[in-house]
């Protein structure tokens, strides 16, 4: 799962060239996705430094790693040398920050990872005090965000395991059980169905249901609830499925609610349909937002449309209104437009899409009609 | 399970306290174990900011937490009305770190949650150019670091938990499995007997033994194996379990490990020994380091003897060379040595103990020998 040797040189080649032209000296990459997506290894987080010193492209210094000696067996897996990673170890009682500043020589600007905790981010300050810190994740996203034919299979794959898990819902989601336990049982499928972990399990019951990140509760499933699924996590390559479904438990749900399904569904699809190369991702968040709003229900559809998807469930880029970026083949987010009634009910309808030549792959297929589930 | 309201409104008007102390003028702490420890609940941590905004004593503000709309529904269970706790929700496209700032007025000192990610660290700089940030870690480890009973019941039930997975482990250990299988049937136990996840599951077998921080292998246990079983994770109340035990699969292994273990097995008894208020977190590093040193292992024992435990498997104090803290009851870390000889074997011996007011409180229990499974 991990890529290969070559496309790994590459994309820290291409980091290295991205930073220079983002005025970028150095990239301090702290474990987490980027450190996973640039030497296929997440590194260990924690409050020892684990840390990437990646150069811009034009400074001499070769990349390098600083890890903790306890650290260091964990690595060697890895094909450092082939790529050109110096690793150096520090034992407990030694300055990290300072191996780091050694290495970096003297910059004037560093980037760092987004999710680089503020205890590494002051640390580094300290030792690089006239330095400006801004955050490697624009540096980071001109790569992460146009996924290659590798990312595209393990994200597809992804999907196809969580629709496994939706087309197996009558088996989990039934009148008189706790959400909870639905919720039990849905993770114990996604992990059957090859995810290395369960990473959201939202399962969204009646009233529960206008609350777009409701996890699970003790509320018992009552025939006729509508209920909001929305569940996802990795594959052991690391990239992450997402997908929601609406069901309605025992019976049809009242005209109101299906009518205001049937405006959500035509939503998510005039959206999908709006997806293609060189169309802005806000124009893809107002395909689904004007339909809703033309139905009175605009105040009701209370979040973005969309995020990016890949080593992280939220990433670039942002289906939101105000986002200019431009969408380009390769490019994966997810589609997922809402309506939720205070008190009452709420739905939504999720797939993921990968941008085309031409339009978008959806790599979610389970039907998006409100399902009745016998209960 | 969470703390009652008396208990947090006291950890809220402490931390308020402790950081007027610190010349801090407003402590901004993003979802983490600092949020849980204060408000009983952790919080959603992703991209979009949810932040409570803390005011020392003397500053007139209330405290504030400033949460996406989506998120505040699952705020609706916590007393933040009965704890003076204001909610300000935003929505997507709006600025939060604006919102943060109105209410924060004009600090010149601020500190942020050690595990705050870089982007809203570097968000909130934005909005405060002129203002110093520092961690907030120094603030709330004063709370943190001294466990008040319901604290350490809660790891004293955490402790007894993983006892009993290590009680077990002839179940789980044994020849011709890889350390993969041992580790998935551990994690098994570690759920069974009570965890909410398995935070952290080390096999390491023969030479795999010699690297502290290694996880699991596809390396199959072979008769005569050493092995080091580190284990532990989070109880329903957010408190953590970790203990390390070392087995001998299949038979007694050769005297140079047995000599090597009984030294370990000495060194670890000293150090718990030396556990007592007044003494500083450094002299039971050095209780565990002398024995060890003095029978020609010192350069095997690769780091610090321990770290505390709570809310976080990692926090304060640090039981390593340096650390000056004077140990005070309540407190509760790590007593952990460990040998390791590279390409060969490993061992370390782990238990959780509590600091009393004349000595201290083990919370694990299990033999400290190399016990003899059968394999």
Same mark, same amino acid.
């Given at each position: 799962m991990t890529p290969a040797v070559p496309a790994l040189a590459e994309r820290i080649r291409r980091a290295g060239e991205v930073a220079a032209s983002h005025d970028v000296e150095v990239l301090l990459l702290t474990p987490g996705t980027d450190l996973r997506y640039l030497l296929g290894y997440g590194g260990a987080s924690h409050e020892r430094l684990t840390c990437l010193v990646l150069p811009a492209a034009g400074h001499l210094a070769p990349p390098a790693i600083v890890v903790p000696k306890l650290e260091a067996?964990?690595? @060697? =897996?890895?094909p450092l040398a082939e790529l050109g990673v110096e690793v150096l170890t520090w034992t407990d009682g030694e300055d990290p920050y300072r191996l780091v500043s050694d290495l970096a020589g003297g910059p004037t600007r560093m980037a760092v990872a987004d999710s680089m905790p503020a205890s590494h981010v002051f640390g580094l300050r300290d030792v690089f005090p006239d330095v400006a810190q801004t955050l490697a994740g624009p540096v980071l996203r001109e790569l992460r965000m146009r996924k290659d034919a590798g990312e595209v299979a393990q994200l597809r794959a992804a999907g196809a395991a969580i629709d496994r898990v939706h087309a197996r819902m009558a088996e989990f989601l039934?009148?008189?059980?706790t959400e909870a336990e639905v919720g039990e049982a849905i993770t114990a499928a996604i992990l059957d169905e090859?995810?290395?972990? @369960? =990473?959201f399990v939202v399962v969204g019951?009646?009233?529960?249901?206008?609350?777009?990140h409701h996890d699970v509760s003790g509320r018992v499933i009552e025939r006729g609830d509508v209920v909001v699924v929305d569940i996802g996590g990795p594959l052991p390559g690391g990239y992450n499925s997402d997908s929601t479904r609406t069901y309605a438990v025992g019976g049809e749900p009242p005209a109101t609610i299906r009518e205001a399904y049937a405006v959500l569904q035509d939503a998510q699809e005039r959206s999908v349909a709006a997806?293609?190369?060189?169309?802005?991702a806000e124009s893809v968040d107002t395909a689904a937002r004007e339909p809703i709003t033309e139905a009175g229900l605009g105040k009701n559809f209370?979040?973005?449309?969309g995020h990016g998807i890949g080593?992280?469930?939220?990433?670039?880029p942002y289906i939101v209104g105000g986002n200019p970026i431009l969408l380009e083949p390769g490019m994966a987010f997810s589609v997922e437009p809402g309506v939720y009634l205070e008190g009452e009910w709420g739905a939504r309808i999720e797939d993921i899409v990968v941008v085309t030549a031409d339009g978008c792959e959806r790599l979610n297929t389970r039907p998006r009609d409100l399902v009745v589930l016998p209960g």
């Open positions: 067996p964990g690595l @060697a =897996a890895l039934m009148v008189g059980r090859g995810h290395t972990e @369960a =990473a019951s009646g009233p529960h249901g206008a609350s777009p997806v293609r190369p060189g169309v802005t209370v979040h973005r449309t080593l992280d469930v939220h990433e670039e």
